[in-house]
């Protein structure tokens, strides 16, 4: 038995919808973040030394992994019977796909990251003479680096996605469940709003059959 260890409102949430697209037979073990330090449970650090979601374990295996990355290669090589990658014979689309995974978490998310905790830098609670030089400072890296960045990678996804349906050709593959996690999150939190491309296509990944199922077969999902 496959069993998903899920963080709320984390990136396990692309998992359970591979599982789903997938067809296979899991369990899910939810873990809840601290309500105040949003981090994951000490809990899960029984599963993975590092505490990180996802994770998955497979008995079939005798196997625990952790990386959205790795665990979307494995189940696809393990359990996918060629579907949702593309094939080594069709070599555009095949490296593309293998970009596009490594670029989601690579090059995409570490921005966006950096937005959030700064963001949270600025709202945090701290001595009244010390918030003004947070603020200063978080509002300078923000403006320098953090945005421009932001930006750019919003504009290449957006300019791709006009000339595409699917992130790696005309076909759907894991690579656009792997790059789903940021793109909801942008549109969630209104860092894509301008960007029709990328809103349209995240509703193409929402309306998904198995994206649906997987919805339902966890807890609530905020990027939904």
């Not at 709320?8 to 309500?35: C, F, H, M």
């Not at 996802?54 to 189940?75: K, R």
Request: proline share 6%.
């Amino acid at each position: 038995m496959i069993t998903l260890h899920y963080l709320n409102n984390s990136r396990a949430q692309r998992i359970l919808w591979l599982l789903e697209e997938l067809g296979l037979a899991y369990e899910v073990k939810t873990y809840d973040r601290d309500p105040i330090t949003i981090m994951a449970p000490a809990s899960l650090q029984a599963v993975h030394p590092l505490g990180k979601s996802p994770v998955i374990t497979d008995d079939a295996n005798n196997i625990t992994l952790a990386e959205s990355g790795a665990i979307i290669e494995y189940l696809i090589d393990t359990y996918g019977a060629d579907r949702l990658k593309p094939s080594k014979a069709n070599a555009t689309e095949y490296w593309q796909y293998v970009y596009w995974m490594h670029y989601a978490e690579g090059s995409l998310m570490p921005p966006l990251l950096m937005s959030l905790v700064f963001t949270k830098m600025k709202e945090a609670k701290m001595p009244f003479f010390i918030k003004p030089v947070a603020k200063m400072l978080a509002n300078k890296v923000m403006g320098a680096f953090v945005s421009p960045n932001i930006k750019r990678h919003m504009g290449y996804i957006e300019e791709h996605l006009s000339k595409h349906e699917w992130i790696s050709g005309e076909l759907f593959t894991a690579a656009d469940i792997q790059m789903s996690f940021p793109l909801e999150a942008s549109v969630s939190r209104g860092t894509a709003a301008q960007y029709p491309n990328i809103v349209a296509y995240v509703k193409r990944l929402q309306a998904r059959p198995a994206y649906q199922q997987a919805l339902k077969a966890g807890p609530e999902y905020a990027y939904a």
